[in-house]
């Protein structure tokens, strides 16, 4: 497929550049005024969107990036609207059935499952309700919402969910705790703003794509990753923005991870406890072998989840 087609195509992850491009070509300038910062050295600003599969497959790095530097880095989530609709028909995707394919070639690249039969059997007609659904979430609680973002992700990625539904949406708010009257209200209601306001920010900063990593310090510093990186691509840009930034030790015990994300892929077990990836899932299966773990397990891998979680 040519690069002119990879542009057009928001479904269409460029396998080379790590990226899930939006066909909006209305990109400001950069506002550096929109960049406020937070009480830490420096502030991340992620574009990204539910149903981005190069963001699925940063998923490792990002979760090993809070640990080792999340005294130091403060995570703000924005969404970035990847799929507004099926009006656009461009570039050799028209149709949901074209997608399948293609998240099937991605979960083997970023090494991450991804059962893209989903485009198949009930194909999404937009990326915008689950991302104003996650907005509601952020209303109600910052953390809470990125439980919720993770479990609708396994939904689409692993589970075959259309999460533009909203019984999937309000099972994995049940899920992660979340009060379903107040999410629905807020989904019908100012939760539709936050979510324009975030597509109005990424034209300003000319997002073209997701994810999108913007690193800031209160001094208007920026460091940019674009795409899906290796993690020393994150860890490189705190450290220029802030050398000071220091690496918390974590303790890299299986027990310990599953704690913390009560799920974990094979690759993202090898990055986070340092164990080589063909080891990682020996690992993994002996702890689902002995009833430790449950496993679940698509076409393209499998992930594993702590046992006695509401998953």
């Given at each position: 497929?040519?690069?002119?087609?990879?542009?057009?195509n928001p479904l269409l992850c460029d396998i080379e550049t790590g990226m899930c491009e939006t066909t909006d070509d209305n990109t400001d300038t950069?506002?550096?005024?929109?960049?406020?910062?937070?009480?830490?050295?420096?502030?991340?600003?992620?574009?990204?969107?539910?149903?981005?599969?190069s963001c699925w497959g940063i998923e490792p790095q990002l979760r090993k990036l809070k640990l080792e530097y999340g005294n130091a880095v403060d995570?703000?989530?924005?969404?970035?609207?990847?799929?507004?609709?099926?009006?656009?028909?461009?570039?050799?995707?028209?149709?949901?059935?074209?997608?399948?394919?293609?998240?099937?070639?991605?979960?083997?690249?970023?090494?991450?499952?991804?059962?893209?039969?989903?485009?198949?059997?009930?194909?999404?007609?937009?990326?915008?309700?689950?991302?104003?659904?996650?907005?509601?979430?952020?209303?109600?609680?910052?953390?809470?919402?990125?439980?919720?973002?993770?479990?609708?992700?396994?939904?689409?990625?692993?589970?075959?969910?259309?999460?533009?539904?909203?019984?999937?949406?309000?099972?994995?708010?049940?899920?992660?705790?979340?009060?379903?009257?107040?999410?629905?209200?807020?989904?019908?209601?100012?939760?539709?703003?936050?979510?324009?306001?975030?597509?109005?920010?990424?034209?300003?900063?000319?997002?073209?794509?997701?994810?999108?990593?913007?690193?800031?310090?209160?001094?208007?510093?920026?460091?940019?990753?674009?795409?899906?990186?290796?993690?020393?691509?994150?860890?490189?840009?705190?450290?220029?923005?802030?050398?000071?930034?220091?690496?918390?030790?974590?303790?890299?015990?299986?027990?310990?991870?599953?704690?913390?994300?009560?799920?974990?892929?094979?690759?993202?077990?090898?990055?986070?406890?340092?164990?080589?990836?063909?080891?990682?899932?020996?690992?993994?299966?002996?702890?689902?072998?002995?009833?430790?773990?449950?496993?679940?397990?698509?076409?393209?891998?499998?992930?594993?989840?702590?046992?006695?979680?509401?998953?």
């Open positions: 497929m040519d690069k002119e087609s990879l542009k057009n950069a506002s550096q005024n929109n960049l406020q910062s937070a009480k830490k050295s420096v502030k991340a600003i992620y574009y990204t969107d539910p149903i981005c599969s995570i703000e989530y924005r969404m970035g609207g990847l799929l507004p609709d099926w009006n656009y028909n461009s570039g050799g995707i028209g149709k949901p059935s074209d997608v399948a394919t293609h998240w099937d070639e991605v979960s083997v690249h970023y090494d991450m499952p991804i059962d893209g039969d989903v485009w198949l059997e009930d194909p999404l007609d937009s990326s915008y309700p689950p991302s104003i659904a996650f907005k509601a979430a952020q209303m109600q609680d910052k953390e809470k919402a990125l439980l919720f973002m993770r479990e609708i992700r396994e939904m689409v990625f692993l589970k075959k969910k259309n999460i533009t539904k909203w019984e999937h949406l309000a099972a994995a708010a049940k899920i992660v705790g979340l009060n379903l009257e107040q999410l629905k209200a807020d989904f019908e209601g100012k939760a539709k703003m936050l979510f324009e306001d975030d597509l109005k920010l990424g034209r300003e900063l000319a997002v073209s794509g997701f994810p999108t990593i913007f690193f800031l310090t209160e001094t208007d510093n920026k460091e940019v990753v674009y795409g899906a990186r290796p993690y020393a691509f994150y860890e490189m840009a705190i450290l220029k923005l802030d050398p000071n930034a220091t690496k918390s030790e974590y303790s890299k015990k299986w027990e310990n991870l599953f704690s913390i994300y009560p799920s974990l892929t094979a690759k993202e077990y090898s990055e986070l406890s340092g164990t080589p990836r063909n080891d990682s899932e020996n690992v993994l299966n002996e702890l689902s072998k002995n009833g430790t773990l449950e496993k679940l397990t698509t076409k393209n891998g499998s992930i594993w989840i702590k046992k006695n979680t509401s998953h």
